[in-house]
């Protein structure tokens, strides 16, 4: 190659790579505006609503089973969720809670601890220093997988004498759920509830109270999960998310509340349509608590996902008759589809797309912390 020719084609690829830095450049930019428009809404309070096991033919099923208009229509920015795991595919809840609570892919069973086995501070720890109230709110065992990645760590999502034991020295204010008999029978014979009240908790049992001290809340109502929609659960899921925004707005600071559908996931693990729907319903109505506080509010983010489909469940046709639908079910575990992500409120715009569970902690984190 002559020197001339050389020099010249050295000068067009200095060129190229300077164009393409300023205009990565211009692409940064143009990021950090969108991103500082969205924070000037401000957000001040995140409801994060996780369906366990909530595709979206489960979402569809609010379409046909519901007497009105479904909650879920309310949202107005919809992206999807990737939810493998760090060992599996398909993901289960554990490792998929502690990717939305933590923003890290671990494996299956993890709770709150990365792939080995370390533990990974959670958006609850993260926030809660900094003067925000924090709430966790499910219909199983409130030491169950999903909730547990909120508040805990540890290696096996089975340890639930652990977990409650991390809950009780927890930074969270208000929780409500089942799983008593982690507190208070346990084999180390340990009496958490007595340590909960050492605490600054006040300790409900019996059922949900109309209204809360200013003490830190311990909602306790079942030994284990809580009853099913079909066995009489009522409307303890919408009502104790009333009560829960009721006693974590009264902080100028902020909030940030998790409340999750659980048995959504227990309904297709059994490839039980009716106790699915049903179950689906009143996590619909508690989307409709949240939405209601949101709206009248203007500084709340209502976010909703779940952490992987359970069932293979699809709405298919009665024996090929195309005006009736046939709930069926292609598995009892849980399934590798994406998985819906709603959001309505200031910042809801940056959750378009389709994405990683990690990236869900990522974007609620930056409403938290700089
Ligand atoms: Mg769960
Ligand atoms: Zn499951």
């Excluded at 004498?161 to 009780?168: D, G, S, T, W």
């Excluded at 311990?218 to 009522?234: F, N, Q, V, Y």
């Amino acid at each position: 190659m002559n020197k001339s020719l050389s020099i010249l084609l050295i000068g067009i690829l200095v060129a190229t790579v300077f164009s393409s830095c300023q205009q990565q450049e211009k692409n940064t930019t143009t990021e950090t505006t969108i991103l500082k428009e969205t924070k000037s809404k401000k957000v001040k309070n995140v409801i994060f609503l996780i369906g366990d096991g909530m595709g979206l033919s489960q979402v569809s099923a609010s379409q046909y089973y519901n007497d009105g208009t479904p909650n879920f229509e309310r949202f107005s920015v919809i992206g999807l969720s990737k939810t493998s795991s760090s060992s599996d595919v398909i993901t289960d809840s554990a490792a998929g809670a502690t990717a939305l609570a933590s923003g890290i892919k671990s494996y299956n069973g993890a709770v709150g601890v990365t792939p080995d086995t370390l533990a990974v501070e959670t958006i609850i720890e993260q926030i809660s220093p900094k003067g925000i109230s924090t709430g966790v709110i499910s219909t199983s065992a409130i030491t169950h997988a999903t909730p547990a990645c909120f508040y805990a760590h540890v290696k096996s999502r089975r340890m639930e004498e652990e977990i409650a034991q991390f809950l009780v020295n927890s930074e969270v204010d208000f929780f409500a759920g089942g799983g008593l008999k982690f507190f208070n029978e346990r084999e180390d014979g340990k009496d958490l509830l007595k340590l909960l009240e050492e605490n600054n908790f006040e300790v409900q049992r019996e059922k949900l109270p109309n209204k809360t001290s200013k003490k830190k809340q311990a909602i306790l109502l079942s030994d284990k999960g809580m009853p099913t929609m079909l066995e009489g659960r009522g409307d303890f899921l919408p009502e104790a998310t009333q009560l829960a925004i009721d006693y974590l707005s009264k902080n100028e600071e902020g909030f940030f509340l998790m409340v999750e559908g659980s048995q959504i996931d227990w309904g297709g693990h059994a490839n039980d349509a009716d106790y699915l729907i049903t179950e689906l319903l009143d996590f619909d109505k508690t989307l409709g608590v949240a939405l209601d506080f949101a709206k009248q509010d203007g500084e709340t983010l209502v976010i909703v996902t779940a952490d992987h489909e359970t069932g293979g469940f699809t709405l298919a046709s009665d024996d090929g008759d195309y005006n009736k639908i046939k709930p069926v079910f292609s598995t009892d575990g849980h399934s590798g589809t994406m998985v819906p992500v709603f959001a309505e409120g200031p910042g809801s715009e940056l959750f378009g797309g389709i994405y990683e569970n990690t990236s869900i902690y990522d974007k609620i984190k930056s409403f938290f912390i700089e």
